[in-house]
């Protein structure tokens, strides 16, 4: 079985996995993504390549326990998830939110009151409230803590084991960090594969709220970002970078345009899959970021 995200995580890649493809390099030595998010791109590289090397990397270190915990401890997580699954499939709606509202409590109890031996049942409690939460939102407030609330789904798959052990083969020789995207660029050389997929630039105020982390992503970390990967270009990797295309709104606004200006840019359909607002999910432009045109 092909490893899929363990999670669901907004901006996921799996939509536009046929794009990215095009653009792939044909051969994979190492591979580097900093902004690893739910790792759609990661697990297709890892099922379809067999990289040498690979580095994940996210500032959400709640995510990276999630696949460390994959990683090194599949059979205790396994375990504590298919506990949260039997007791949360028993309960009518009213007892699931307020299980919910609980675990969600533990969540961020355990947070708040770091442990190394909790770390398993952290990444169990992250991965239930996203199948639990509204629309797999991962969403903190300034005090860091995990604040999305109910989604009454009928039947959701908490412990998906298959797949749990599926990913935890294909993270075996996977080195994760936890921090700024900068960190990674040690790594990065001539031979690397660099996806770069960071929190979106906002196309409306309203849409700013969709941070992965307490911290925000402005204007200025944007081209920050891009001096990054400038400079990784230099070296002479294989870079594909994600974003939001400013032109879905203002037309005159060429923001990245020329921000990568040396770079290939194309603008591909996606579609928003999660808003509060139902009628807003529809399709959109998104921009593909590449130093290399597609073959």
């Not at 995580?9 to 580097?32: A, D, F, H, N, S």
């Not at 009151?113 to 409230?129: D, E, T």
């Not at 081209?223 to 870079?239: H, P, Q, S, V, W």
């Amino acid at each position: 079985m092909f490893a899929k995200p363990f999670v669901k995580w907004v901006g996921g890649k799996t939509q536009l996995l046929p794009e990215l493809r095009l653009r792939y390099p044909k051969i994979v030595k190492k591979y580097c993504e900093p902004f690893v998010g739910g790792g759609a791109v990661l697990f297709d590289i890892l099922n379809h390549f067999n990289p040498e090397e690979v580095l994940i990397n996210d500032i959400n270190s709640e995510l990276i326990n999630c696949y460390q915990q994959i990683k090194i401890n599949i059979e205790n997580l396994i375990k504590i998830l298919k506990s949260f699954q039997s007791e949360y499939l028993t309960y009518t709606i009213d007892k699931r939110k307020t299980y919910y509202l609980k675990q969600r409590h533990n969540y961020n109890d355990l947070n708040n009151n770091f442990s190394k031996k909790y770390l398993v049942l952290k990444a169990a409690l992250f991965i239930f409230l996203n199948k639990t939460c509204f629309n797999g939102l991962y969403r903190v407030n300034s005090k860091g803590l995990f604040n999305v609330p109910f989604n009454n789904a009928v039947n959701p798959t908490i412990c998906d084991e298959e797949n749990l052990i599926a990913c935890s083969k294909a993270l075996k020789n996977v080195e994760l960090k936890v921090g700024d995207y900068k960190q990674c660029s040690s790594f990065i050389d001539e031979n690397t594969f660099l996806y770069l997929d960071p929190p979106y630039r906002p196309l409306t105020i309203s849409s700013s709220f969709t941070s992965y982390s307490k911290d925000g992503f402005d204007d200025a970390k944007q081209i920050e970002l891009g001096k990054f990967i400038i400079n990784m270009n230099n070296r002479g990797a294989f870079i594909i970078a994600s974003n939001s295309d400013p032109k879905n709104i203002d037309e005159t606004d060429n923001f990245f345009d020329d921000l990568y200006k040396s770079f290939k840019i194309s603008r591909i359909n996606a579609l928003r899959m999660i808003n509060s607002n139902s009628k807003k999910r529809g399709a959109i432009s998104e921009l593909l970021i590449s130093n290399t045109s597609v073959m």
